[in-house]
């Protein structure tokens, strides 16, 4: 730990809270699955709907700590100096997680209430997916700007803007600045959709997809030497194509919030391009990993970043197109096959990335960049939490065929025909498969976790052994 910058230390701290939150994740997803099965189990005590509030903020917040533990991690690297401002930087960690710990405990103890303006402020705001009170938004805004500084500083203090360092300067403002659409809303609920699907679409699928391109290009070039040039020209095109077609691909949101009709054609259009930078990054991941054969001193890192490429674009490219033309969009829209798409989405490109990501800084802890970094209880963690993704998102597609099928198709979308699809036995199996699969998930984390505490200390004990026998 000596031989880390400081601003390499806080991004350890950032990616520890975020595989906690992880863990909480996945304890409160595997608890809303086992309600949906049986909804009287903590009826009045712990309801679903919070749960699932707590599973999905849980995620986000997590991955996006991640995010910023991982920059950290690699500022210092690229700009070859300690961050601008780190003390500050470790200030905004400790009021980001005691922030967090509040909200938590807000919404387990505060489940029902009327809503106003004060609940509005200190409880909860209402709005699906970014629900935490004006306070904490407020708090998130200060703390990313507090990032944004110490970015902007290093890298102007270094005086050497990489194209990586560049790129990522760009995005953070969006970062920053996408988030602040979804602090205010209005009486008309199409106007409101309109600026909140800014935050939920813009801001994870377009400025998070960019963020994880210059992660995984720094990632590449510590993990398998990849040349700058090679990295830095996929990452150009990458940015290109995901503000070329991400941006107007939008309006695949807009199809029935009362929007105009032409956004039925562009976001139709543009959000069947969408795919194409996820192609573009799976070409960079298998070209580099082809040139260099393979060759790596940080095998779990690897194949994590592997994960990453084909996960991507599998679930976000793939499993999102399959439902965001119109056509196909008016019957599947808010089923299960929208969860499948988002559990396969965020996983393949989100969760994996974080993971190689811990995985390096684990690395360089346990011996830096020379030492082999291997173990059996990796690639168990690996196939299980892979198997299990795959699981679930599969339960929820063969669910949310049913519910296309019978709620929407010949139903017409009545009570009736919600409460037939909900009974049918194509809907109710495939959620305890969920269920099955989400306990595996479980496993998978907790052998992660272990093995992320337990990786090359065995090695590194046997050395300094031999240092005091000679």
Excluded at 50 to 66: K, P, T
Excluded at 114 to 140: H, M, Q, T, V
Excluded at 207 to 213: A, F, P, Q, R, Y
Excluded at 385 to 403: K, L, T
Aim: aromatic share 16%.
């Amino acid at each position: 730990m000596n031989n880390l910058y400081e601003s390499q230390k806080l991004g350890l701290w950032y990616m520890s809270a975020a595989l906690v939150l992880f863990g909480a994740q996945i304890l409160f997803g595997l608890l809303i699955a086992y309600q949906y099965l049986n909804p009287d189990f903590l009826f009045g005590i712990f309801n679903f709907n919070i749960g699932r509030i707590l599973h999905i903020n849980a995620m986000v917040v997590w991955l996006l700590m991640g995010f910023i533990g991982a920059v950290y991690w690699f500022l210092p690297v690229e700009t070859g100096r300690e961050t601008v401002g780190i003390k500050l930087g470790k200030l905004a960690f400790f009021i980001l997680l005691a922030a967090l710990t509040v909200v938590i405990l807000v919404y387990i103890f505060v489940q029902t209430g009327a809503g106003n303006k004060i609940s509005l402020w200190f409880i909860n705001e209402g709005r699906e997916y970014i629900e935490a009170p004006r306070w904490a938004d407020i708090g998130i805004v200060i703390v990313v700007l507090v990032f944004l500084y110490n970015v902007f500083a290093t890298v102007f203090a270094s005086k050497k803007i990489t194209g990586i360092m560049g790129v990522l300067m760009i995005d953070l403002v969006a970062l920053a600045g996408l988030y602040l659409a979804g602090m205010f809303y209005t009486v008309n609920i199409s106007l409101d959709q309109y600026f909140w699907w800014w935050v939920i679409h813009l801001w994870v699928e377009a400025t998070w997809e960019v963020l994880i391109g210059c992660i995984m290009a720094l990632a590449l070039m510590y993990v398998l030497k990849t040349p700058r040039k090679i990295v830095e020209g996929w990452l150009y095109l990458e940015v290109f194509l995901v503000f070329g077609t991400g941006i107007l691909g939008l309006g695949h949101h807009y199809f029935w919030i009362g929007t105009p009709e032409y956004w039925l054609g562009i976001g139709g259009f543009f959000s069947a391009l969408e795919p194409i930078p996820l192609v573009a990054m799976i070409i960079h991941a298998v070209y580099d990993a082809g040139v260099q054969r393979l060759k790596t001193v940080n095998k779990p890192a690897l194949f994590w970043i592997l994960a990453q490429a084909f996960g991507n674009f599998i679930g976000a490219g793939v499993w999102g197109f399959m439902q965001t033309l119109p056509q196909i969009n008016l019957y599947s829209h808010g089923t299960q096959l929208a969860a499948s798409h988002g559990h396969l989405a965020f996983f393949g490109a989100y969760v994996t990335t974080n993971i190689a990501v811990a995985y390096i800084m684990v690395h360089k802890i346990r011996g830096g960049e020379v030492k082999l970094m291997d173990s059996k209880l990796w690639k168990y963690a690996y196939v299980l939490m892979i198997i299990s993704i795959i699981g679930m998102a599969g339960s929820m597609m063969v669910a949310g065929f049913a519910q296309t099928e019978i709620e929407r198709a010949v139903g017409g979308s009545t009570w009736q025909a919600y409460i037939n699809a909900h009974l049918h036995p194509w809907m109710v199996e495939p959620m305890y498969w969920r269920f099955g699969f989400g306990f595996l998930m479980l496993i998978g984390y907790i052998l992660l976790i272990v093995d992320l505490l337990t990786i090359g200390k065995k090695e590194e004990k046997t050395a300094v052994e031999e240092v005091a026998h000679a």
